[in-house]
């Protein structure tokens, strides 16, 4: 069987995450990503460290499977090449400053003036248009302003999330947005111009959060581990560490007082007999599940909520994360290459049934310069001339001799 997005070709000017994350997405589905870098230094996610063999760890993530073409898009001779490969592309996404497309001659309206079929996503920190539109945006930045920081803490400390929790809302809009204009193309021949905004792909997560905010007039608190609807909700101690127990049911309740804590007395406690109840009574109700879950150890204790069908987790570090026994059993991680050494990687959450995700390696950068310049009808005495003036920029390792 082939893979979904086999036979469409994406160009991607992008950088950073949130639309690396979309195309790579595109990319393990089939699809063939032509990413467009800077000569000097490429993509900024190469620089941010070299942890995976002197690769950036971020790049590693977002960049599989893609082709890379280190060209200079402000010089003319780059911007004609680019262009030429979008002329024959069925997707084109950016997610340069805002105006910057425009300016490069790769706006929308330009390019769907030319090619009515062609889907092209703008994917920006704040969307086109209003009073943010030209302000700079990053992960952090994007949270604080959704509001997200708000609500993710301690009741003495707003944080931010531990991912990019901004990024990979856009990213995944984004892909998701793609699909959806391939599959109307497909029906009716039209391409689509699609804005993705990172502030409201955020405030969108949000949910049930700023509904709370809308209809009562409160901010939500900071709860920690612990959730502002819900209760028992939280981290309780073990004689030798501690486990996240949530409840969300009074069977579930039940379950965990009967067959877990064998406190029976606190199922018929009126103080604790529905979770509204329990939410208003929430200290006491996690001292009286904290003092009983402490009389076992945490394995034990995991143990007695898995077999009474508690919901409950231990924390997991993020060693025991890579060696999870559930994604071993599942045989999810794969290997592909980067530039200097083979790394694993995790198989895409979606699995289809007849078709493995394509897990392609992550490029050097500048390695399908030469090949892709000669696609787009450069002449090969031009390309040469290109990589000699620092207009283009070929990884030697990866010079296709042969093709010259």
């Known amino acids: 069987m082939t893979l979904p997005l086999e036979g469409v070709t994406v160009v991607?000017?992008?950088?950073?995450?949130?639309?690396?994350?979309?195309?790579?997405?595109?990319?393990?589905?089939?699809?063939?990503?032509?990413?467009?870098?800077?000569?000097d230094g490429g993509d900024l996610a190469r620089g941010y460290d070299h942890a995976v063999h002197g690769t950036g760890a971020h790049f590693v993530?977002?960049?599989?499977?893609?082709?890379?073409?280190?060209?200079?898009?402000k010089r003319p001779e780059g911007r004609t090449a680019v262009k030429n490969l979008i002329d024959r592309a069925d997707v084109f996404v950016q997610n340069l400053a805002p105006g910057a497309a425009e300016r490069l001659g790769l706006g929308a309206e330009q390019l769907r003036a030319e090619h009515?079929?062609?889907?092209?996503?703008?994917?920006?920190?704040?969307?086109?248009?209003?009073?943010?539109?030209?302000?700079?945006?990053?992960?952090?930045?994007?949270?604080?302003?959704?509001?997200?920081?708000?609500?993710?803490?301690?009741?003495?400390?707003?944080?931010?999330?531990?991912?990019?929790?901004?990024?990979?809302?856009?990213?995944?809009?984004?892909?998701?947005a793609v699909l959806a204009a391939l599959l109307r193309r497909g029906r009716t021949g039209e391409g689509s111009v699609i804005d993705v905004s990172m502030l409201e792909a955020t405030v969108e997560w949000m949910g049930h959060s700023m509904y709370t905010q809308m209809y009562t007039g409160r901010q939500p608190a900071r709860m920690g581990l612990s959730h502002t609807s819900i209760a028992p909700y939280d981290a309780y101690p073990t004689r030798d560490g501690q486990v996240l127990i949530g409840v969300q049911s009074e069977n579930g309740w039940r379950a965990l007082v009967h067959d877990v804590l064998e406190a029976p007395e606190l199922a018929d406690d009126p103080r604790f007999a529905t979770n509204i109840d329990r939410v208003q009574n929430r200290a006491a109700c996690d001292a009286a599940v904290a003092e009983r879950t402490a009389r076992w150890s945490t394995a034990e204790l995991d143990?007695?909520?898995?077999?009474?069908?508690?919901?409950?987790?231990?924390?997991?570090?993020?060693?025991?994360?890579?060696?999870?026994?559930?994604?071993?059993?599942?045989?999810?991680?794969?290997?592909?290459?980067t530039e200097n050494a083979e790394v694993d990687a995790l198989l895409p959450p979606a699995t289809f049934t007849d078709v493995e995700a394509r897990m392609g390696d992550v490029p050097a950068l500048g390695q399908h310069t030469y090949v892709l310049l000669t696609e787009s009808g450069m002449d090969p005495d031009?390309?040469?001339?290109?990589l000699a003036d620092g207009i283009a920029?070929?990884?030697?390792?990866?010079?296709?001799?042969?093709a010259r």
């Open 12 to 39: 991607a000017l992008e950088q950073a995450v949130a639309a690396p994350l979309a195309t790579r997405n595109l990319a393990d589905l089939g699809a063939r990503v032509i990413k467009v870098e800077r000569p």
């Open 61 to 73: 993530w977002l960049n599989r499977g893609k082709e890379s073409l280190a060209v200079d898009v």
């Open 116 to 176: 009515p079929e062609l889907i092209v996503v703008n994917l920006s920190g704040f969307g086109a248009g209003g009073p943010m539109e030209q302000r700079k945006a990053y992960d952090m930045l994007i949270q604080a302003e959704a509001g997200l920081i708000s609500i993710t803490g301690t009741p003495e400390t707003p944080v931010k999330t531990g991912i990019p929790t901004a990024d990979i809302a856009s990213g995944m809009y984004c892909a998701q």
């Open 303 to 337: 143990a007695r909520l898995a077999a009474a069908g508690v919901p409950a987790a231990q924390i997991k570090q993020l060693d025991q994360v890579v060696a999870h026994p559930q994604l071993t059993a599942r045989n999810r991680w794969r290997t592909v290459g």
């Open 382 to 386: 031009d390309i040469d001339t290109a």
């Open 393 to 402: 920029v070929q990884a030697d390792r990866f010079h296709p001799a042969s």
